[in-house]
């Protein structure tokens, strides 16, 4: 007989009133797909991706206590000639929470590779890392939903008889394992865009190191044209000096001044101009 309940709570209650002796709490705390079974009882644990959101079963002889989000009722409709086969209450019972469960993990593997196409363009490494542990949580739990599936078709489970829906249990089988091919592809992937975050990072430090370039090699230029006329300057400060050698040749100094800081404002330009075009190149590279 099947038992559905809401909330975990209310399924604890009706378990200890079936006189079933189970902690329940400890196999709640766990953030693996869970299955256990022995002759008298089995139980299953799905956590689900949402809020709060799970699926716990304790399946007996007789009766099935189950928790789960939806209306599993409507589902078993559909297999309502396999119902009446024996141990087929508690056999489709437990198909179906396997199949709404690789339906929960499917749909949140599908959100993760619409994050990684956006990261992409712009991989930022925080949100890489931050996607990269989601699928790591979330290839570890089809795995664990991958396991029971083999577990329930080669181990003699009182309570599940595989030949009542053994085309759509080997369906079943397939996809979990597809999904599970999936997220372990998409973890190279991660590998991958790692790689063009620290790439990007590098480039964005080139950039700002010749930005850096640029601007010393300015004030290296303004410092050189500053200091020619100062030297030049200082020197006719120095009375002895200019009363003896540069007061006849005042000219010649002006023109020497001129001249120099001409040749100086000549020479940084070019070489600025030669440090914009190099750092023109290493862009167009790196593109």
Same mark, same amino acid.
């Given at each position: 007989m099947l038992h559905q309940f809401e909330n975990v709570e209310e399924m604890k209650n009706a378990l200890v009133s079936a006189k079933i002796e189970r902690d329940v709490d400890s196999v709640l705390k766990l953030d693996l797909p869970f299955f256990d079974y022995d002759d008298r009882l089995s139980i299953i644990y799905f956590p689900l991706y949402g809020d709060n959101a799970k699926i716990l079963a304790a399946i007996t002889k007789k009766d099935t206590f189950i928790c789960i989000p939806s209306n599993i009722n409507n589902s078993l409709k559909k297999y309502r000639n396999l119902l009446k086969k024996k141990g087929g209450e508690s056999t489709l019972i437990t198909f179906l929470m396997l199949k709404a469960t690789l339906k929960n993990y499917s749909e949140q593997f599908l959100k993760i590779r619409d994050i990684m196409d956006g990261l992409e363009t712009r991989p930022v490494i925080d949100k890489i890392e931050e996607v990269g542990l989601a699928l790591r949580r979330l290839t570890d739990k089809i795995e664990g939903l991958v396991e029971i599936i083999i577990v329930l078709k080669q181990k003699d489970v009182k309570q599940f008889d595989i030949k009542i829906i053994n085309f759509d249990y080997e369906i079943l089988s397939t996809e979990a394992r597809y999904w599970l091919e999936r997220c372990r592809s998409h973890i190279y992937r991660i590998a991958s865009l790692r790689t063009r975050s620290e790439?990007?990072?590098?480039?964005?430090?080139?950039?700002?190191?010749?930005?850096?370039?640029?601007?010393?090699?300015?004030?290296?230029?303004?410092?050189?044209?500053?200091?020619?006329?100062?030297?030049?300057?200082?020197?006719?400060?120095?009375?002895?000096?200019?009363?003896?050698?540069?007061?006849?040749?005042?000219?010649?100094?002006?023109?020497?001044?001129?001249?120099?800081?001409?040749?100086?404002?000549?020479?940084?330009?070019?070489?600025?101009?030669?440090?914009?075009?190099?750092?023109?190149? &290493?862009?167009?590279? &790196?593109?």
């Open positions: 790439m990007q990072s590098n480039k964005e430090l080139n950039d700002t190191m010749g930005r850096l370039t640029v601007i010393i090699t300015i004030l290296t230029i303004v410092s050189i044209v500053v200091a020619i006329p100062g030297t030049i300057g200082a020197i006719f400060g120095i009375p002895a000096l200019s009363e003896v050698y540069f007061r006849s040749h005042t000219n010649l100094l002006v023109a020497v001044l001129v001249i120099a800081t001409s040749l100086s404002i000549i020479l940084g330009f070019a070489y600025w101009k030669s440090l914009g075009l190099k750092y023109k190149n &290493n862009n167009s590279k &790196n593109l």
